[in-house]
């Protein structure tokens, strides 16, 4: 099992940053890729950002130039560097992981919203 604890939300002004973090417990060495996603009022869990064990990145097209996912060297802190901020990243950002058996956690979520 893998506990999962996003912090860094809150309110920013468009073309304003922040910076989420996501703190893994448990199981670290069962982690394979972890990731950000984020699910707007109305509307389905997207995906935001993904990063492997071995550290590469992967971006959808809406944040690709604008947002940065990383990890720290001992794999149990999860950032999303996010920069030019847009009301329509307006959302809950969830921390994910996936691994070795089955491994799928998420974590409670944190709001961003983005004032125009």
């Known amino acids: 099992q893998v506990q999962l604890v996003e912090s860094g939300g809150g309110l920013v002004q468009a073309g304003g940053s922040l910076r989420l973090s996501c703190a893994a417990s448990?199981?670290?060495?069962?982690?394979?890729?972890m990731g950000w996603y984020r699910q707007a009022p109305g509307k389905q869990r997207d995906l935001v950002a993904t990063?492997?064990?071995?550290?590469?990145?992967h971006y959808a097209d809406s944040v690709k130039g604008r947002f940065t996912i990383s990890r720290d060297n001992a794999k149990t802190t999860m950032f999303l560097q996010m920069d030019s901020l847009k009301p329509e990243d307006t959302a809950v950002y969830y921390c994910?992981?996936?691994?070795?058996?089955?491994?799928?956690?998420w974590g409670q979520g944190t709001q961003v919203t983005i004032s125009s």
């Open positions: 994910n992981a996936r691994g070795k058996y089955y491994l799928n956690s």
């Open positions: 448990g199981s670290i060495s069962s982690i394979n890729t």
């Open positions: 990063i492997t064990s071995s550290g590469n990145p």
